[in-house]
């Protein structure tokens, strides 16, 4: 668990060091699919992430407004003030929280009961899949995108060949 959330903040900031090679205009263009444009997709990721470890620690929540978070160090800025308390709860995760329960009130009254590992597996692949989107966008402009490989990104040490 820990391991993937170290690889989507690694890929995030790959995202973010790319992103200072493109036009604010093209950051900030609606796009096809996806929730907006590129730096609206990076807000969008930044706080479904916190939203959803503040709930589970049983935090209130609010929304913030994507409006005041157009620029790219806003963007990063925003991450950074989030990041802490994701880090620290991620970094705290422990066999024992796997099944504990999660009751996720709907809209409609009903209220839905999700194991916390299932929980946090949802936030992991949430970025993953907005990522592919940016993949896609960096295509259209005529950019490379991030590479979204696990390998090679250090997240795991092998254990020496003498042993």
Same mark, same amino acid.
């Given at each position: ?26 950051l900030l263009r609606i796009r096809t699919g996806g929730v907006g444009g590129i730096l609206h997709t ?21 929304? @913030? ?5 157009? =620029?790219?160090?806003? /963007?990063? $800025?925003?991450d950074a003030e989030f990041r802490t308390e994701v880090e620290n709860f991620v970094n705290s995760w ?30 992991i692949a949430h970025q993953i899949h907005h990522i592919g989107q940016l993949s896609v966008w960096a295509? @259209? ?5 991030? =590479?979204?490989?696990? /390998?090679? $990104? ?10």
């Amino acid at each position: 668990m820990k391991t993937m959330f170290r690889y989507n903040w690694l890929v995030r900031e790959e995202w973010y060091r790319w992103c200072e090679e493109v036009p604010e205009e093209e950051l900030l263009r609606i796009r096809t699919g996806g929730v907006g444009g590129i730096l609206h997709t990076l807000f969008h990721i930044i706080d479904v992430e916190w939203s959803w470890i503040r709930s589970l620690q049983g935090k209130s929540d609010f929304q @913030e407004n994507v409006e005041n978070y157009s =620029s790219l160090e806003k /963007i990063r $800025k925003l991450d950074a003030e989030f990041r802490t308390e994701v880090e620290n709860f991620v970094n705290s995760w422990d066999i024992s929280m796997e099944n504990r329960p999660f009751y996720d009130p709907q809209p409609d009254g009903r209220v839905d009961v999700d194991a916390w590992g299932e929980v946090m597996r949802h936030v992991i692949a949430h970025q993953i899949h907005h990522i592919g989107q940016l993949s896609v966008w960096a295509r @259209e402009i005529g950019k490379k995108p991030v =590479s979204a490989n696990v /390998i090679g $990104k250090g997240l795991i040490q092998p254990l020496s060949s003498e042993q």
